[in-house]
């Protein structure tokens, strides 16, 4: 990959992987001097294969993989007392519209879910309900999304269901009450973003920003 202005170049990988472990390294050329840097540590990271529409979906519309993907995750951040998720249709005269669901006195904006694997099949559920602008914080801390998300007969298939460190998760956020829609929404539109995967973290603080819908990765001169 040729140098880029700026102090960092980005690789984008196109070629498909299969499920499995990966490892990556880098090395810097100069081809002027001839002059190479040192090979640097590998970093691994692990392939789970995923397509949403072979996914069960738990307490959430059933039709969610047909709706339009018009949004994408901007940026998820672990902390030890919560994990927030942002999106590009969060905020801003395009976000998206505010309904007000069966029984609700105030409004709602979207329902931020999660997608998990268990015995090798993916379960997706959209749990927390976020009216327009509450705070981000508001999702519950990462090491307790088994008795907080996950707590009752609802999530039958997944109920209790915490997932360990460096587990692979996708996060997604969906227009409107998407919470115990098995059957339907109480939306405006059936709208949703991509489901953005990451490395789960429950104790420790991290922080993972995308563009496009696709995980950043850079590599520093």
Same mark, same amino acid.
């Given at each position: 990959?040729?140098?880029?202005?700026? /102090? #960092?170049?980005? =690789?984008?990988?196109?070629?498909?992987?299969?499920?499995?472990?990966?490892?990556? $390294?880098?090395?810097?050329?100069?081809?002027? #001097?001839?002059?190479?840097?040192?090979?640097?540590?590998?970093?691994?990271?692990?392939?789970?294969?995923? #397509? *949403?529409?072979?996914?069960?979906?738990?307490?959430?519309?059933?039709?969610?993989?047909?709706?339009?993907?018009?949004?994408? =995750?901007?940026?998820?951040?672990?902390?030890?007392?919560?994990?927030?998720?942002?999106?590009?249709?969060?905020?801003?005269?395009? $976000?998206?519209?505010?309904?007000?669901?069966?029984?609700?006195?105030?409004?709602?904006?979207?329902?931020?879910?999660?997608?998990?694997?268990?015995?090798?099949?993916?379960?997706?559920?959209?749990?927390?309900?976020?009216?327009?602008?509450?705070? *981000?914080?508001?999702?519950?801390?990462? #090491?307790?999304?088994?008795?907080?998300?996950?707590?009752?007969?609802?999530?039958? /298939? =997944? =109920?209790?269901?915490?997932?360990?460190?460096?587990?692979?998760?996708?996060?997604?956020?969906?227009?409107?009450?998407?919470?115990?829609?098995?059957?339907?929404?109480?939306? $405006?539109?059936?709208?949703?973003?991509?489901?953005?995967?990451?490395?789960?973290?429950?104790?420790?603080?991290?922080?993972?920003?995308?563009?496009?819908?696709? $995980?950043? *990765?850079?590599?520093?001169?």
């Amino acid at each position: 990959m040729p140098e880029q202005g700026g /102090p #960092s170049t980005t =690789i984008t990988v196109s070629t498909p992987l299969a499920a499995g472990q990966y490892f990556w $390294r880098v090395q810097a050329f100069d081809n002027a #001097s001839t002059v190479s840097s040192p090979v640097s540590t590998f970093s691994a990271f692990t392939y789970t294969p995923f #397509s *949403l529409s072979q996914a069960t979906m738990v307490n959430s519309p059933f039709d969610f993989a047909n709706w339009g993907e018009t949004a994408k =995750i901007t940026n998820i951040t672990f902390t030890n007392n919560y994990f927030a998720v942002d999106f590009d249709r969060r905020l801003g005269p395009n $976000r998206w519209p505010d309904v007000q669901p069966a029984g609700w006195d105030g409004t709602l904006e979207y329902t931020l879910g999660m997608c998990v694997n268990k015995n090798d099949h993916w379960y997706c559920s959209a749990v927390v309900q976020f009216w327009h602008e509450r705070e *981000l914080s508001a999702s519950a801390p990462p #090491s307790h999304v088994g008795f907080e998300w996950f707590y009752d007969g609802r999530w039958a /298939p =997944i =109920i209790g269901y915490q997932p360990q460190d460096g587990e692979t998760v996708g996060i997604f956020v969906c227009a409107g009450n998407c919470r115990d829609q098995p059957a339907g929404t109480d939306s $405006r539109v059936k709208e949703r973003s991509n489901v953005a995967f990451v490395p789960w973290v429950n104790h420790e603080d991290a922080v993972y920003t995308f563009s496009n819908g696709s $995980r950043v *990765l850079n590599f520093k001169r």
